[in-house]
C-alpha cells in the first residue's frame, strides 16, 4: 500500500489481499498466557467477543492455521505440540489488524468506491465458515 499511484494489478492485488486477510481471522478466541509454579503456559482458548487473532502458518490444502514443533509435523492445537515450542513461539498474534486503517485510508486515496467491504470487527473465517480450527491434518 506504499506504492504511489498504483494500477489495477496493484489495486486488485490490495484489495485480495485484505480480503485474505478478513476471511482468515480468527474471531470468538484468545492466546492466554498463564504462569503456575513459576511455569508458563500458553493455550488458544473460545472467548465470546475476543479477536481478532491471524495465525503464524496456514496450511496451504484450507488455509486454516496450524502449529507444529521442531520436527515441522503440523498440528491443529497447541496441546498437541510439546512445551517449549508451546510457550516460546508466537502463533497467534493481532497484527495485522493495524492494516484495516490503513487500508481504508489507501482506498479513499487511490481507489473511491472500491473497498472490498471489510471490517474489522465483523465475525472472522471460523465463525462464518470459511475455515475451520478442528479440522484434522
Same mark, same amino acid.
Given at each position: ?95 495485522? #489488524? ?16 472500491? #473497498? ?22
Amino acid at each position: 500500500m506504499e506504492i504511489p499511484d498504483p494500477d489495477d494489478r496493484i489495486k486488485r492485488a490490495v484489495h485480495g489481499g485484505m480480503k485474505w486477510l478478513d476471511d482468515h481471522k480468527i474471531t470468538g478466541y484468545t492466546c492466554r498466557r498463564t504462569v503456575k509454579n513459576g511455569v508458563s503456559e500458553t493455550s488458544f482458548v473460545p472467548e465470546k467477543g475476543a479477536g481478532p487473532l491471524w495465525a503464524r502458518f496456514y496450511d496451504l490444502e484450507y488455509a486454516e492455521p496450524y502449529v507444529c514443533d521442531r520436527d515441522g509435523k503440523p498440528k491443529r492445537h497447541l496441546e498437541e505440540i510439546g512445551h517449549e515450542r508451546r510457550n516460546g513461539y508466537g502463533w497467534y498474534n493481532d497484527s495485522p #489488524a493495524r492494516l484495516y486503517k490503513k487500508y481504508e485510508q489507501w482506498c479513499e486515496k487511490w481507489d473511491p468506491g472500491h #473497498a472490498c467491504g471489510i471490517n474489522l470487527s465483523s465475525p472472522g473465517g471460523n465463525e462464518r465458515g470459511i475455515m475451520q480450527l478442528d479440522r484434522p491434518m
